[in-house]
């Protein structure tokens, strides 16, 4: 296998950061979401007596906080994968300078 093009790594770079940019947007969505999860306030006077006497408005705030909780979790996955990805391309081309610095000093007459 040969070694890919500068073209070739550009392109993948540019997908790599892409992606990263979409796993940032979906975070973000999620956050949102879990925003307006913890903001709904029904409560034992919305289901009623016998309901919130039943433990509907318990069950409620249960649902309720799960939800928020899943949704800022994967929010945070979501962000954690979008830097894993960013982190690639960055120690990539680190990597990639460093090496092209330690060739030009090795070619260099003394």
């Given at each position: 296998m040969s070694n890919p093009s500068?073209?070739?790594?550009?392109?993948?770079?540019?997908a790599i950061?892409?992606?990263?940019?979409?796993?940032r947007?979906?975070?973000d969505t999620l956050n949102a979401a879990a925003s307006h999860a913890r903001s709904l306030s029904l409560?034992?006077?919305?289901?009623?007596?016998?309901?919130d006497a039943g433990g509907v408005t318990t069950k409620y705030q249960e649902v309720q906080d799960l939800a928020v909780r899943l949704l800022t979790e994967g929010a945070r996955a979501?962000?954690?994968m979008a830097g894993i990805l960013v982190s690639v391309v960055e120690d990539y081309q680190y990597?990639?300078?460093?090496?092209s610095i330690s060739f030009k000093t090795i070619g260099e007459p003394k």
């Open positions: 500068n073209e070739e790594v550009t392109a993948a770079f540019e950061r892409h992606d990263a940019s979409s796993w947007q979906s975070a409560s034992g006077m919305h289901f009623g007596y016998l309901a979501m962000q954690e990597t990639d300078a460093e090496a």
